[in-house]
């Protein structure tokens, strides 16, 4: 018999006791989601909490899953406030989400081409860093949506339905969050976008 491809059907065996099938799930989003709770958060350590502690929640309530959505958009929403949960929680510590402008968290490295010349990718590696500055610079509403929608892949529904709001807020956010993005950026050094 072969393996389920579809998510929920990943999860219909899981229901069922099959770990290697909830193993399938963890290892199809694990990455997406750490990417994404990383530029949330700013700390791939703290990202990667947040990710396996998504993981834990949607085992414990594998149960009452129901395939209402997508399962992405539900696991992407979970993340989504446990993520918002450790901002608030960290501003309340008095201990700020800080986002490094180096390499040492594990960060992917940009791709290098072998025929990309050296002030090329001196230059990307700038432009890589502004982005990362600029994303800390958003508000987490403004950031979500904007990580979700161009580093994702999500579409204005799917959005919609993680932040819970009307795809038309979804729309106007993402507006405001490149135009504040464009604008972080000149004022970091970056020319107009």
Same mark, same amino acid.
């Given at each position: 018999?072969?393996?389920?491809? @579809? ?17 399938? %799930? ?17 700390? *791939? ?17 594998? @149960? ?15 993340? +989504? ?6 901002? *608030? @929680?960290?501003?309340?510590?008095? *201990? ?19 025929? %990309?010349?050296?002030? *090329? ?21 403004? +950031?979500?949506?904007?990580? %979700? ?45």
């Amino acid at each position: 018999m072969s393996k389920p491809t @579809d998510d929920w059907d990943l999860i219909a065996q899981a229901k069922l006791g099959d770990m290697d099938a909830f193993a399938e %799930l963890v290892a199809r989003y694990q990455r997406p989601v750490i990417h994404f709770c990383q530029r949330m958060v700013g700390s *791939r350590q703290d990202a990667e909490d947040i990710a396996q502690d998504s993981f834990v929640r949607v085992y414990r309530y594998l @149960d009452r899953l129901e395939p209402a959505a997508k399962f992405s958009t539900l696991l992407f929403g979970i993340a +989504r406030n446990l993520a918002l949960n450790f901002i *608030r @929680d960290s501003g309340r510590r008095g *201990r700020t989400v800080t986002h490094s402008l180096t390499n040492d968290d594990q960060r992917e490295q940009l791709i290098e081409d072998e025929h %990309l010349r050296p002030d *090329r990718a001196v230059r990307l590696k700038e432009i890589d860093e502004m982005i990362e500055a600029g994303l800390a610079l958003l508000s987490p509403k403004h +950031r979500e949506v904007l990580i %979700l929608r161009e580093l994702q892949g999500m579409d204005y529904s799917s959005i919609a339905e993680v932040v819970k709001c009307r795809k038309g807020t979804v729309k106007s956010r993402i507006a405001r969050a490149r135009e504040q993005l464009r604008l972080h950026m000149e004022r970091l050094g970056g020319e107009s976008l």
